[in-house]
């Protein structure tokens, strides 16, 4: 499976501040993806990064507040902006691979604490 | 709708005993069952996986069994250590799109 390394691991910061984390892979992916998981709860779709345009977001989740960078097939970012205590998370990276892209693999994600 | 469901929230097993974690979907369409074990702030790893025309694949000590009729999978571990104690999640998906995570049942194995 590919090697994924996500940036920073973890960052307390104050409300109204924005974070951008860095999603790294080994190797090239056509699938890429941006999760949350808030405290006690499951994992939760924010997005598909597409590589050259526009990410797709999934239903509560918009732009303006989450925006993602896929410049190329290897590398992505996730900003939370204009944060608030509720966006205390943990976010992830993740990649589909396989024959037909049916396994997902995770990076070691990014604690994110809002003060 | 929760279209995928782990009724066990935790789950207590003495060391060297068998772990069974259950895993039931409502969606027809899911051809693809992952398992994932997470540690307090770390991504998911990927466990074991399933394709639907299968009903069971093994791997070391972590076996999952597929029943589609019942719409219903589980993952047993054998035997059960110490290091197994996470949280587990089972994940669906259909056509290698939309995976769909359940709660997740948090295991204790005792030593």
């Known amino acids: 499976s590919a090697v994924i390394s996500q940036k920073p691991s973890r960052d307390i910061c104050q409300r109204g501040t924005s974070l951008t984390i860095q999603c790294q892979v080994d190797?090239?992916?056509?699938?890429m993806f941006w999760y949350r998981q808030q405290p006690g709860q499951s994992l939760t779709l924010i997005a598909t990064?597409?590589?050259?345009?526009?990410?797709?977001?999934e239903s509560g989740f918009v732009i303006d507040k989450f925006p993602i960078s896929r410049p190329n097939l290897t590398f992505s970012t996730l900003t939370v902006s204009n944060m608030s205590p509720e966006d205390s998370s943990i976010y992830l990276c993740?990649?589909?691979?396989?024959?037909?892209?049916?396994?997902?693999?995770f990076g070691s994600g990014t604690q994110l604490s809002v003060l | 709708d929760q279209q995928v469901k782990q009724n066990s929230p935790s789950l207590s097993v003495q060391e060297g005993r068998i772990s069974i974690l259950n895993c039931d979907y409502t969606?027809?369409?899911?051809?693809?069952f992952l398992w994932y074990k997470k540690y307090p702030a770390e991504g998911p790893t990927f466990l074991i996986s399933?394709?639907?025309?299968?009903d069971k694949n093994e791997d070391g000590r972590f076996t999952v069994f597929l029943n589609k009729s019942a719409k219903h999978l589980s993952l047993h571990i054998v035997p059960s250590q110490p290091g197994d104690s996470a949280v587990y999640f089972c994940?669906?998906?259909?056509?290698?799109?939309?995976?769909?995570f359940g709660p997740g049942t948090r295991l204790s194995v005792l030593p």
């Open positions: 399933i394709s639907s025309i299968k």
């Open positions: 190797s090239q992916v056509t699938m």
């Open positions: 990064a597409n590589q050259g345009s526009e990410a797709t977001y």
């Open positions: 994940a669906a998906s259909a056509q290698g799109q939309n995976f769909v």
């Open positions: 969606n027809s369409m899911f051809d693809y």
């Open positions: 993740s990649v589909a691979q396989g024959s037909t892209n049916e396994k997902l693999f």
